[in-house]
Structures are given as C-alpha cells and as structure tokens.
C-alpha cells in the first residue's frame, strides 16, 4: 500500500529517495566504467550536449544528469499512483523497462539527435566526434546493457521499496 | 623460434611520442612498438619483439623501394621518404601533442598518431598492413568496422579506433589495404586511443594536417628554449627532444627508455624492462636539462623525485614507474620470441627491489644542483633530503647491487660510497647556504670517513687507479663519472690513472665496455655500454685534452643511428645499436659530454668542496 502523505511529504520524499535512487544507479554505471566492465557515461553523453570540453562536460553532465533522475522518478512514482500500489519489484520491473528503452530506442537513435555524436553513416564532422553507442550500446563494451540494466533495475527497487513501505 | 628473418636492426628504429608515450617507426614504415597509455602499458604493438604475432602498422610501397629519413627540424615528427622505380611518396609519422589544435570545443582522443602518406612525384602502390594486438598479443580483442566512423579494436576497457583515407579490409586477424598514390595526392590515417570512456572519432584531411601543424609547432616552440650553443648543437637538440620524449607530461618522470627487453647482445638473456624511472639517472638527467635552459622539465623531474620517493622514505628504491609506483614485478612473456630470438622477454624489473646506495647521491645532488640553478628548496623538502642523508649515514657501509644492478651477490662498490660521499657533501653545501634539519658536525663527520676508506681501500696504488670494489683490483666504467659528480678533479693524479687504466682494460676503439666479464654474473658477452664513450670523452674534455676528447666525441657520434638516436649498448666490434631503445641515459651522457668540450660542463677544483 502506498502511504499517505501530503502534498509537501510527498514531493519532499520523492525527491530524497530520487536522489538516493540516482546515487546508486550512478555508482553501478560509473562503478561498471572505471572497472572496465563499460565506456559508457551517461554523465559524459549528457554533458557534451552543452560543451565540448570533456572536464567541463562531465561536470554539467552529472548536474542534469541528477536532475533527470529526479524527473525519472516522479515518472517512477507517478506509475506507481496510478496502479496505487508499489514494491520494489515493481520498481525493479520499471527500471528493466527504463533501461530496455534506453537500450533499445535512444542510444541507437542519439548519432541523430545529440548535437556531438558522430553517426556511423555519415562519419565525424567538425563537431560531431563522440564514438555513437551502437545497438544496446554494444560498441562501448559487451557489458554495456548488463551494467545499465543492473543500474536501472536498481534505481527502480530502490524507488518501489521507498514508495511501498509504510 | 623466429630467429632473424622479420627482424629490423634497432638503428632502423626512429622513435615518435607525445610525452606520455613513444612508439617506434622502422625504416620500412612499419610501427613495431606502441604502449598505449602510458610508456609503460602493455604494447598494442609489439612486432619488436615478435614478428610473428606480437603486432604491427605498416604503411609503405607495396614493392622494392629504398627508404631515407629525418626529423623534421628540432621536432618529433618523423619523415620517411620511399623511392620505388614508379615514384616517391613521403610518409610523415607523428603522435599528436596539441590537443586544442582544432579549438577548445571539440573533444580530443586521449591519444592519436597520425600518419600522413604523400605523392611526391610519379605514383607508388602504398600498402597498408594493420594487425593490433592489445596487451603484449596476450589479450583477446574484437576488430570491427564502425561504418564511416573507421575501424574498432576493442579490447577490455580499451578502444583503440583507426580512420583511414586508405580502404582496408579484413585480411586474417587484422586489416590490410593499398591504393596508388600519385604526386600532390595526400592520405591519411589516424589511430586514436580511449580508455574507460566514449570514443572520439578523429577527423583525417585538413582537420589532421591542423593537427599535425599543430604538433609540429609545439616541438619548434619547445626546442627553441634549449639555450646550447656550443658545438655539436644538432646532436645536443636531438637528445634533448629525445630526452622531452621520455619525460612525462604528466608527472615530470624521466623513463629511462621507451622499450622492454631488447638484448644487450644477439640472442642474449640480459633482457630487461626500461620503460621506468631510474634515480640512478637523476642528477644527470636534472643537470642536463638545467645546463640547456629546459628549466620546466628539471623543476618537473625534482618535483617527481621528491614526491615518488616519498612512499618509501627515508630509503629510497631503484626505480620507480612514471606514478610514482614501486610495485614492478618482473615476469617473463614466455608467448614471445624475443627480438631476434633474444628470450626471455620479461616485464617489469626485478632491480626494484634491489640496494643500489648511489641513489641516494643521485636525488641529494639533483636537489643541489636545483638549488645552485636558483631553485628554492621548501621545509618539506628539506626535512625529505634530511632523512636521506640519515640513511646514508646508515646504510653507506653495507654492501649494494651497485649502478651496474648486478644479480649476483651484493659487493662494496666503490663507486656506490662516491656516491655516498656526494649525498652528504651536497647536504652539506646545501646546508651551509639555508640550514637543514641535521647534525652537520655528524655529516661532515661520516662523509669524511667515506672519503678515507675510498681513497685507502677504493685506490690501488699499484694500479695508479679506483677500482671497483674495495681491495679489489678490477675497474669499471663508473669510476670515469667522480669527474662530473664532483668527487674528484679530472686532472687529479688518481683520476688520470682511473681513466687510463679503464680506457686499457675496457676501451675498444672510442667504446667503453661497463665492466669486465662475469662481473654482472652473466657468463655471456654483451656490447659495450654506449654511456661510457661519452663519460671518457667527459674526463678527457676536463684534463684540457680537447683533441682527444673531440676525437672520440666524433667517432661515437658516427655510432648514432641515421636521425641520430642510440641505445643502451654497441656491439663493440661492429658498432651495432644493441638494448633498449633509445636511451635517455645515453643522451644525457652525449649532452655532458658535448658541454665540457664547449667548456660549459666544467666542474672546476675550486668548485668542489673536495680537497684533492
């Protein structure tokens, strides 16, 4: 059963387990990076949206990247509302879907779509550098969709168990 | 075992880097050593030390050509110019070292190398042989292509991404292609290196040619600081680029070459690992780098020195990596052949954890020559050199495995207590102009107690010479640098004696073997240690026998490969380059020499506190 907060209770809860949630899934991803289990970023990809300095853009990348995790998980939670139930398998199940999305559908289509990105087809340009992800990610590691899917399924129990105890 | 054939001769290699990493370019446009990140990385290529498997990048005509080469001016950008009955092309190889050459916006690989191919007149078949095998040829690895973006060697956390003008395809495990090149034409190909992040895809056409320019400029800049201008310049600035080539940007380390078990003799077993920092090498290396105006690089060397050694202080180890790390566990790849069947191939150092007292002499007189160039020497530091000096104190009686790192069992190595003697009188000197938390009565005390027991029981006064050990009555080539470190003048009696007894025992022609035979333990013959040519040339130069020292100065010169580089070692009959490859404590040996042939090097009587 969900608990029933006010307004203020709610929104202020979310946003702490959010950013708990956030923490973990990003020290599952950049745990798996500096392990050598994975290249991929999602602090790097984020950031070099706005620049193109690689110190810089890690920096701004982990900023919104924090930021989307909050959003993420009032999405996490507004599913939650919605089926008003919540346990962290549930959570769990959105954080695979999250990640399958993510997998699936936008490191594929972000050559097209991130203003950095090289695309396999047309190659670098002037401003297009970043190495493109490739299907499931897969040119940034073999272990690249294990490590977002981990990180994902993680950040979505973390939410589910927040959203269901009580 | 593949013995010969596949094996260029060390003096075919030109050496190529970015201050972080140096990869070796032969005559015949073939890349046969990278280490990728770091100088010492596990090789990406390593066809130096087996042609077979161990990993190349070849671009060159695809039939008979001849082959000439040079730097480009005072730079690291190498030019290769193949003659072939069609035509001529140029090959200019390069790693890039200026990463905001395309403008700070746009994100750079942590490492490329680019190589360029030109039609310079008629056309020419160039063909290019691509065959990455990450990690020593140990590591598995996929090779596949990543569309207009190039083609992806991954490997574990690393990508190593190639782009190439050149269509390539899979030819084995690896890549291979050609394409006629007319004149005015221009390809090029880049390899670029990422590890543990996203990717950067490198642009190749007139993006490239900006890098290029770019890195070309930077070495310009950089070799126009150097302020020798004595004779032999050329030769001086070529080691100099050489030595900035081994020193890393990154910590101000110095390796002490950029290779790993190349033999000191054909097929030999004395097959070591030098992509470390040997602080037997410091106060040389420091000096060299001050005497010529590089005062970035000898203010970063010190800094590195005092900072890696502080993991072990107040003992100091032999050798160091470029991060300070003591950890070099030597191991042999026994899946490698070994240059010319030279084997084994070991990694790591086994000298690290060795006692080599004179390396307590090389950092204590590194941070006085520092000191005497008008650096300033902060409390830490002082209390870090006083610690040293407790352990000289301490230690200068015991026996050491010596300059040499021999592997048999520690001696009492004369030249080890100079090298005592030079810690505490230049802790003494330093003390006398900004105190330093120390007993100097104490210090002056035990350095003169090293003094006596050098002159009674280091001197043989039937020989007229220092000899090797105490009470022995063999010689080595150690002897000839008291001279240069300051412990005795060149034109002292004894000192003539030493140099004269080591140039009859040891010298052949204007070599200088290191030591005599079975003094390292190793029955087997080795070359002659190219260093001591140009330490003899030093005393020689110092005693005012200038011709003499010219003389030898030029004949070791002509010793040096065609773009001027040496190794560790000559074969003392043939002149061949033999060890690892090229050698930063030949060329600073080459710079001391040249600097007391043009007067500057000359450590005069009354500079040292010494009473000859």
């Known amino acids: 059963m969900l608990r029933d907060f006010g307004i203020l209770g709610v929104v202020g809860d979310t946003l702490l387990w959010s950013l708990i949630a956030t923490a973990a899934l990003t020290v599952i991803l950049q745990g798996s990076q500096n392990m050598g289990l994975s290249r991929l970023s999602i602090p790097f990809l984020v950031g070099t949206v706005f620049t193109g300095n690689r110190d810089r853009a890690v920096l701004v990348g982990f900023v919104v990247y924090t930021i989307g995790g909050w959003l993420f998980a009032i999405g996490y939670h507004l599913v939650f509302l919605s089926v008003g139930w919540a346990t962290w398998w549930l959570g769990a199940l959105l954080g695979l879907l999250h990640a399958a999305v993510l997998l699936v559908s936008v490191l594929p289509v972000l050559p097209h779509i991130h203003p950095r990105m090289a695309s396999e087809y047309a190659g670098p340009t002037v401003l297009r550098r970043l190495e493109p992800p490739g299907f499931l990610g897969l040119n940034y590691g073999r272990e690249t969709p294990i490590c977002t899917v981990a990180s994902h399924v993680v950040f979505g129990a973390i939410l589910g168990a927040f959203a269901g105890a009580g | ?612």
């Open chain 2, 1 to 612: 075992m593949h013995a010969g054939p596949g094996y260029l001769p060390l003096a075919d290699y030109a050496a190529i880097g970015d201050c972080r990493s140096v990869a070796l370019v032969g005559h015949n446009g073939s890349i046969d050593w990278l280490c990728w990140p770091h100088y010492s990385s596990a090789a990406v290529f390593a066809g130096l030390l087996d042609a077979r498997t161990g990993g190349a990048f070849a671009v060159r005509p695809a039939g008979e050509f001849q082959a000439t080469r040079r730097y480009r001016g005072d730079t690291a950008v190498l030019e290769t110019i193949f003659e072939t009955e069609t035509g001529r092309v140029r090959l200019t190889d390069a790693m890039a070292v200026a990463p905001d050459a395309e403008g700070a916006d746009v994100p750079q690989p942590s490492r490329e190398l680019l190589r360029r191919v030109e039609g310079i007149d008629g056309a020419v078949d160039v063909a290019v042989s691509y065959r990455p095998r990450p990690g020593f040829a140990r590591r598995p690895f996929d090779l596949t292509r990543r569309g207009a973006c190039g083609w992806a060697c991954t490997s574990g956390d690393e990508l190593f991404l190639l782009r190439s003008d050149i269509p390539l395809s899979r030819s084995g495990d690896g890549l291979a292609g050609s394409v006629r090149v007319a004149r005015g034409e221009q390809l090029w190909l880049s390899l670029s290196y990422t590890s543990r992040d996203i990717g950067i895809v490198p642009l190749l056409g007139d993006a490239a040619q900006r890098r290029l320019d770019a890195t070309q400029t930077w070495w310009e800049a950089w070799s126009r600081q150097c302020r020798y201008d004595g004779p032999y310049r050329a030769a001086v600035v070529r080691s100099l680029v050489t030595l900035k080539m081994l020193a890393s940007s990154l910590t101000g380390a110095v390796v002490a070459a950029p290779t790993a078990s190349l033999p000191e003799a054909v097929g030999g077993s004395r097959n070591w690992d030098y992509r470390f920092c040997w602080l037997r090498d410091a106060s040389l290396t420091l000096r060299a780098f001050l005497a010529t105006g590089c005062r970035a690089e000898a203010e970063s060397y010190l800094e590195w020195l005092l900072h890696a050694t502080r993991l072990t202080w107040p003992t100091l180890n032999v050798l160091y990596d470029v991060h300070g790390r003591t950890d070099l566990t030597e191991r042999t790849l026994d899946h490698l052949d070994g240059w010319r069947g030279s084997r084994p191939v070991r990694v790591g150092n086994g000298a690290h954890g060795q006692l080599q007292l004179d390396v307590y002499g090389e950092v204590i007189r590194a941070a006085l020559d520092f000191a005497d160039a008008g650096g300033r020497l902060d409390r830490a530091t002082k209390r870090l050199l006083a610690g040293f000096g407790r352990s000289v104190c301490g230690l200068w009686r015991e026996p050491d495995c010596g300059i040499w790192e021999v592997r048999t069992r520690p001696r009492q190595f004369t030249f080890s207590k100079v090298m005592c003697w030079v810690a505490l009188d230049s802790l003494l000197r330093l003390h006398e102009r900004d105190p330093l938390p120390m007993p100097a009565g104490r210090v002056r005390e035990v350095r003169d107690g090293i003094e006596q027991v050098i002159e009674t029981r280091g001197f043989d006064a039937r020989l007229g010479s220092y000899v090797s050990t105490l009470d022995g009555d063999d010689v080595d080539a150690s002897l000839l640098l008291m001279p240069l470190l300051g412990y005795r003048p060149a034109d002292d009696l004894r000192m003539r004696g030493t140099l004269h007894l080591v140039l009859d025992r040891l010298g052949s022609g204007a070599l200088v073997r290191r030591y005599g035979r079975n003094f390292d333990g190793f029955a087997e013959p080795e070359g002659a240690f190219a260093a001591c040519g140009f330490w003899a040339t030093d005393v020689l130069a110092r005693t005012g026998d200038t011709g003499a020292a010219r003389r030898r100065f030029e004949a070791l010169l002509a010793l040096a490969n065609d773009v001027g580089l040496y190794g560790e070692e000559h074969d003392a009959d043939t002149g061949e380059i033999l060890g690892n490859f090229p050698q930063a404590f030949t060329h600073v040996a080459l710079i001391h020499a040249a600097l007391s042939l043009s007067g500057a090097g000359t450590v005069r009587r009354s500079e040292t506190s010494h009473a000859a």
